[in-house]
């Protein structure tokens, strides 16, 4: 069992920053691929904001979030993080770190979810 758990999401003014952080609590950590995904009201699906590979060489990024978004993770500390910069009103929903086996971008490929953060990025 995987459990995620996210954390620092907020709310924060347009142009601003936020530094979203899951801790996963599993000895194999280092065997999953980490993603972001996101999901805004109304929205069934959850929309791919980024993913890392087990060992941090491969990063993929939404090209909505591309050059504002940072994708990390520390295996020693089994955390993951997302550092989000220049924040947009779109951006708001709620974010969710999820742990798979392959870096996709499709969210039916992650195992295990954590309970969501929500950030809200006011104009």
């Known amino acids: 069992q995987v459990a995620l758990s996210e954390s620092g999401g907020g709310l924060v003014q347009a142009g601003g920053s936020l530094r979203l952080s899951c801790a996963a609590s599993?000895?194999?950590?280092?065997?999953?691929?980490m993603a972001w995904f996101r999901q805004t009201p109304g929205r069934q699906e959850r929309e791919f904001v980024a993913?890392?590979?087990?060992?941090?060489?491969?990063?993929n990024y939404a090209d909505s979030v591309k050059g504002r978004f940072t994708i990390s993770r520390d295996n020693a500390l089994k955390t993951v993080g997302l550092e989000m910069n220049t924040l947009k009103p779109e951006d708001t929903a709620v974010y969710y770190c999820?742990?798979?086996?392959?870096?996709?971008?499709?969210?039916?490929?992650?195992?295990?979810w954590g309970q969501g953060t929500q950030v809200t990025v006011s104009s």
């Open positions: 999820a742990a798979g086996v392959s870096a996709t971008t499709r969210d039916r490929d992650y195992n295990y």
């Open positions: 599993l000895q194999t950590f280092f065997t999953y691929s």
């Open positions: 993913v890392i590979n087990k060992i941090g060489d491969y990063k």
